[in-house]
């Protein structure tokens, strides 16, 4: 075995330095396939792809988010800055006027001018001349802050949410009925829609106190209600989860069961419908519409706070 093992080696040992005379003698060649001297690698000089990674192009080259901290700057660091970066090979910056020095327990760092104003248009405007004079690209993130929004922005105009209620109508009634109000926000609400429909099982839900059905395990993940984590969590167990029966919903009715009973409600929530007076089982009423989120501006520098916009 042992001598077979060096035998082994030696063919090996062969084959490479054969393997590599070979290789030594193919980089010897000259174009037309003549002895002659080793061709030369290409060189900065001859290579427009070495050029190009040695002085890349303007579009190639990196660009970096330069933070104006809660609009605490001057002329004087704006011009700094760009130098530098010129200096270091950058390409261009991507402008983020905005704060989060307080985060974690730090100290805050003194407001600049506040975002948009007169003063700060000035320093960005100079921003500008200088990036011009060095070769340098600006991008401008055009809020301070991360979400988009402001001082300025009303409810109306601001991101928005469903909002909806859930009343229960007996059979029979006959008065006037005063529907409940969705929650809102900031004083916010519009109405969509308002619809009727029989409860045959009851106005219990599914696991309710007193109710032996089966609930949907995570329904506000599974209806995108509710979020479950950052980038990315795993959520295959949604996946598995053993579903209700049948006999566990909590609607029993046919689609054209359903009526839509927006037009008999006032603005103030005033139903003015009855459910069927032979229908054997007590309605819901579900009362639907969107209010504003109360969504803010994220680290926005200054006194620019408010509402972040749809």
Same mark, same amino acid.
């Given at each position: 075995m042992r001598g077979h093992q060096h035998t082994v @080696?030696?063919?090996?040992?062969?084959?490479?330095?054969?393997?590599?005379?070979?290789?030594? %003698?193919?980089?010897?060649? &000259?174009? $037309?396939? &003549?002895? !002659? +001297? +080793? #061709?030369?690698?290409?060189? %900065?000089?001859?290579?427009?792809?070495? #050029?190009?990674?040695?002085? =890349?192009?303007?579009? %190639? #080259? =990196?660009?970096?988010?330069?933070?104006?901290?809660?609009?605490?700057?001057?002329? %004087? @660091?704006?011009?700094?800055?760009?130098?530098?970066? /010129?200096?270091?090979?950058?390409?261009?910056?991507?402008?983020?006027?905005?704060? !989060?020095?307080?985060?974690? !327990? $730090?100290?805050d760092v003194p407001a600049g001018p506040e975002f948009a104003t007169p003063a700060w248009t000035e320093l960005y405007v100079h921003a500008l001349r200088v990036a011009n004079q060095l070769g340098l690209e600006v991008t401008? $993130?055009? @809020?301070?802050?991360? $979400?988009?929004? !402001?001082? *300025?922005?009303?409810?109306?105009?601001?991101?928005?949410?469903? @909002?909806?209620?859930?009343? &229960?109508?007996? *059979?029979? +009634?006959?008065?006037?009925? /005063?529907?409940?109000?969705? =929650?809102? /926000?900031?004083?916010?609400? #519009?109405q969509i829609s308002v619809l009727a429909y029989p409860l045959r099982k009851g106005a219990a839900l599914a696991g309710a106190s007193g109710d032996n059905r089966k609930p949907m395990e995570r329904l506000p993940l599974k209806s995108a209600a509710a979020e479950n984590g950052f980038s990315m969590p795993d959520m295959t167990s949604l996946l598995t989860e053993s579903s209700p029966t049948t006999a566990d919903q909590d609607a029993d009715f046919t689609k054209s069961e359903v009526r839509d009973i927006t037009g008999m409600v006032d603005a103030d929530g005033t139903l003015r419908w009855v459910p069927p007076a032979n229908s054997p089982f007590s309605w819901e009423v579900l009362r639907i519409g969107y209010t504003d989120s109360d969504a803010r501006v994220s680290t926005a520098s200054g006194a620019w706070q408010g509402l972040a916009i749809d």
């Open positions: @080696t030696r063919q090996l040992a062969f084959v490479l330095a054969l393997t590599s005379l070979h290789l030594a %003698a193919a980089y010897s060649q &000259t174009p $037309n396939g &003549t002895p !002659g +001297a +080793a #061709r030369e690698l290409p060189t %900065a000089s001859t290579d427009a792809l070495v #050029r190009g990674f040695q002085n =890349p192009p303007a579009p %190639a #080259r =990196p660009r970096c988010y330069w933070w104006w901290l809660n609009g605490h700057t001057t002329k %004087a @660091t704006i011009t700094r800055d760009l130098t530098e970066m /010129k200096k270091k090979g950058y390409g261009g910056v991507l402008l983020v006027d905005a704060n !989060g020095s307080n985060e974690n !327990g $730090n100290d401008l $993130n055009i @809020t301070s802050g991360w $979400n988009l929004g !402001g001082p *300025s922005v009303q409810p109306e105009e601001a991101s928005k949410l469903l @909002t909806w209620s859930l009343t &229960t109508i007996h *059979s029979g +009634a006959i008065e006037t009925i /005063k529907l409940a109000a969705p =929650p809102e /926000k900031n004083g916010f609400y #519009r």
